[in-house]
Each structure stands twice: as structure tokens, then as C-alpha cells.
């Protein structure tokens, strides 16, 4: 790795570099407050692939924020023992049918579990719990009741809007949203709160990683090293922050074909399984792609409950045991 650091102090300063990585083959470097010359970061992907045993080269420009969670009021609910938040570097790796999945896993256990939908942008748990079109109701004008489906409760902004609409919101808005929701909802005692976030490491994700008191994070990514590398983004902020790592849970790791039974690892082997050993955090397990999982979704019918003894609902099971195994500790 010394002749990497040589070459890119050729064109960025020793204190830019924030990390330099190596997975199979792909050189990962990860520049903080640099400035981002597209020029100088494509000459150096260049001769970095010039380098014997590279076949990939990445650059990536981070952004030191500074933390000043000293004094921010947390959005504290006494009831709530536990809130795990579930998150993924981008979206499109499943983060929120895992989320939705291991919340009926974790109840499968025997505890009281509740499902908060954040992913403001793109709300899903009302078509995944089976309320979708399906308005929360408030008593007494001031505490909306949670909907409760599976033995967990929930609640999402998707309950509040039509599906096809989409919420032009600035960080603030989707935050101040957010809270609303979260604490003026009759969640009653909770054993365990999963956190469903928004995708990202943007300013949404940080508010709400400096106002909820987070027992831990659970990152989703799939395998290819296009997630992978904003998956350790993910780590990296709720580290910078303070929150601990739970774990990270590879999804769509490989297809079974239904006539062969033959693996196919179409993103990729062992990926999420490798960064989260070189990054020192907890590998929670593997969750193959399969169309079952896709389509009890869409339904309205999580796997965990349609088919609650199939190898899918296992896999769930079993990452589900190591949380709350990590919870007591």
C-alpha cells in the first residue's frame, strides 16, 4: 500500500487521506475535505490501475461534519426500552423489507416490538404491513394510535399521503415530520423499536442519529462493491457520531434456482461479509434473493409471517437472535 500513498500524494495532501482500501483487487481511495478535482481524481484512478494486481480503482471525496450533539435535545420516549435503527449507504438493497422482516423476527422472540417508518421519501412499511389507503385514527385528537398487524405495531408518513405523491421536503420539514410522528404516536410498552431510516449519510440521517437515542445500527447492503463502498460510508458516520454498530446484514447474497437447487452469487460472494471484517463490525448473516420475499411484500404479507418455518424466515430468525443478543450487552 506504500506505492498507493506515494501516488496520491502526487495529487491530493497527506491530511486528505482519510483512508486507502484494498477489496479483491478494488483500490478504494477515500479523501476527506478534499477538494473535488475531477481532473486530478480521474489521472489518479488512472495510474493506480497502472499498478500490478489493481483491476478496479475508486476515489471518493467525504466531507468532515462537525458533531455537535452537546446539548441537542433527544427525542426521548420512557416506554421504549430499545431503538435499533435499520440503514443502508443507498437505497435499493432491501433495507426496509429486512426492517420490516427482522421487526416481526424480533416479536417471533417474545418481545414487544414497534416498526417506525423514517424513510420519509419513500414510505413502505403501509403496503408491507397490509394498511396502505388506511388513515391513522386519534381518540383524543392529539396521540395518533398505531396500526398493529403481525404482533408489532407500527406507523409511517405513508398512512398521512397518497402513494403516489411525492414529499418535496427540505431536511427540516421531513425532520420536524418525523418527530411529530414518532413521538405523538400511543406506542404504549415496547421491548424493541426498529427504526426504519431514509437511505444515505445526508443531513436527515445525521438529525436523526443526534436526536434518537440509538441502541445500535443494523447497515443493509448487497454484495457488489458499488454498495459496499457507501455501506462503509454508512459505518463510518454513525461511528463519527457515536452510535454503535450492531452489525451488517448481506441481502440478495445469491439466488437458489427452484428446479437445480444451484447457488448463483449474481452480486457478488461474500462482499458484505469481508467489509464488515476488515471495518471490525459484526456480520449478521445472509439473506439470499428469492421472488418469495419480493412478492409476500407487495402483498402485504412479510415472509416472517407468511412462511414462518421456511429457510427464508430462518435467515431472518437468526440475524433477529444475534440483535437481541447484542442488545443485553
Not at 118 to 131: C, R, V
Request: charged residues 25%; proline residues 5%; hydrophobic residues 40%.
Amino acid at each position: 500500500m506504500e506505492d498507493v500513498h506515494q501516488i496520491i500524494l502526487k495529487y491530493f495532501n497527506v491530511e486528505n487521506i482519510k483512508s486507502v482500501q484494498n477489496f479483491n483487487s478494488h483500490v478504494i481511495a477515500t479523501l476527506e475535505n478534499a477538494p473535488e478535482d475531477k481532473q486530478k481524481a480521474e489521472a489518479l484512478k488512472a495510474e493506480l490501475l497502472s499498478l500490478e494486481g489493481v483491476k478496479k480503482a475508486s476515489v471518493v471525496f467525504v466531507r468532515q461534519k462537525q458533531q455537535e450533539s452537546a446539548g441537542i435535545e433527544k427525542w426521548h420516549l420512557p416506554n421504549i426500552k430499545h431503538i435499533i435503527g435499520v440503514a443502508s449507504g443507498k437505497g435499493g438493497v432491501g433495507k426496509s423489507t429486512t426492517a420490516v422482516n427482522l421487526a416481526l423476527a424480533l416479536a417471533d422472540l417474545g418481545q414487544k416490538v414497534a416498526v417506525f417508518d423514517a424513510d420519509i421519501y419513500g414510505p413502505s412499511l403501509p403496503t408491507m404491513l397490509s394498511f396502505e389507503n388506511t388513515p391513522p385514527v386519534s381518540y383524543d385528537g392529539k396521540m395518533f394510535e398505531p396500526f398493529e398487524n403481525f404482533g408489532v405495531k407500527a406507523m409511517s408518513i405513508g398512512s398521512l399521503i397518497d402513494r403516489d405523491t411525492p414529499l418535496i421536503w427540505r431536511g427540516s420539514k421531513a425532520g420536524g415530520a418525523i418527530e411529530q410522528m414518532f413521538k405523538e404516536t400511543n406506542w404504549g410498552d415496547i421491548d424493541v423499536m426498529v427504526f426504519d431510516m431514509p437511505p444515505g449519510t445526508g443531513d436527515i440521517q445525521i438529525t436523526l442519529a443526534q436526536r434518537i437515542d440509538f441502541d445500535g445500527i443494523v447497515i443493509v447492503s448487497t454484495p457488489q462493491d458499488i454498495a459496499l463502498i457507501d455501506a462503509v460510508k454508512g459505518v463510518k458516520m454513525f461511528e463519527k457520531i457515536g452510535i454503535k454498530i450492531l452489525g451488517v446484514v448481506e441481502n440478495m447474497s445469491y439466488y437458489v434456482c427452484p428446479h437445480c437447487g444451484e447457488k448463483s452469487y449474481i452480486f457478488g460472494q461474500n462482499g458484505a461479509k469481508d467489509t464488515a471484517a476488515r471495518l471490525g463490525v459484526r456480520f449478521l448473516g445472509e439473506v439470499p434473493l428469492d421472488t418469495n420475499v419480493r412478492e409476500q411484500a407487495d402483498e402485504g404479507t412479510p415472509i416472517v409471517a407468511a412462511d414462518p418455518d421456511g429457510a427464508l424466515s430462518r435467515a431472518y430468525h437468526q440475524i433477529a437472535a444475534k440483535i437481541a443478543d447484542a442488545l443485553k450487552n
